[in-house]
């Protein structure tokens, strides 16, 4: 391991090189993850008269007596069915704007609508050379790049900092994604905040892959040196 760690550059191991001075980048920012087909929201509608707002909350009845909230799906077309209001196309909003928009359409049937959305299945997942690879649900729907390495663990000594894949699902298409831990513009970049269901793989340096090699190739070369060793004693008798 010693010897593994001496041949890895501190210019391979730091993050953000030369960030002193770099500006940021308010588009980057401001990130927020947009609706996609598939994921599951909480929608909640309060008024100040509560009953009003009852047929507006999808709820079904509990074993126990109570109710509890049902989530809503975005379906394969991008949108979901609301109660009374009826279908509604949310692929690409934001839940802003979502939230605004069904403030408007509840405000027809109710007065002073409160509404409040929460997606609650957002999640990113992190695999190779870090220390807890994993897929991590994200409560509050903004996560950085950063901040999901640092959930798995942060990068081992043998993770390749300037070869990160990002793989984020577009327009129903999966882009892959080259992501440079070392340069200090990944501050500024797009991809700096995750989407919902991204994945990102931490790529092993050139010093794992060689001893991951040796050590899957140790047993076949020991047997051959074991079968030369008995065949020279036989031979020397």
Known sequence: MLAIISCVPSKQIAYFQEIEGLPIND???SFEPTLKVGDLLNIHVAALDPEAAIP????ESSVSGGARAIPY????AGALNFPVLGTINVAGFTTKQL????VVKLSEFIINPVVNIRLINFKVTV???VKAPGA?????E?????EAIGMAGDLTIQ?????VLLIREQAGKRVKIPIDLTNEQLLNSPYYYLAQNDVIYVEPNKAKRNSSAVGANTGVIISAISTIISLIAILTR
């Open 136 to 140: 991590y649900t994200i409560p509050n």
């Open 73 to 76: 799906l975005v379906n394969s």
């Open 159 to 163: 993770g390749k900092r300037s070869s």
């Open 27 to 29: 588009a980057s920012v």
């Open 99 to 102: 939230t605004d928009t069904l």
């Open 56 to 59: 507006f909350n999808l709820m």
């Open 127 to 129: 695999l190779g050379e």
């Open 142 to 146: 903004r996560v950085s790049i950063i």
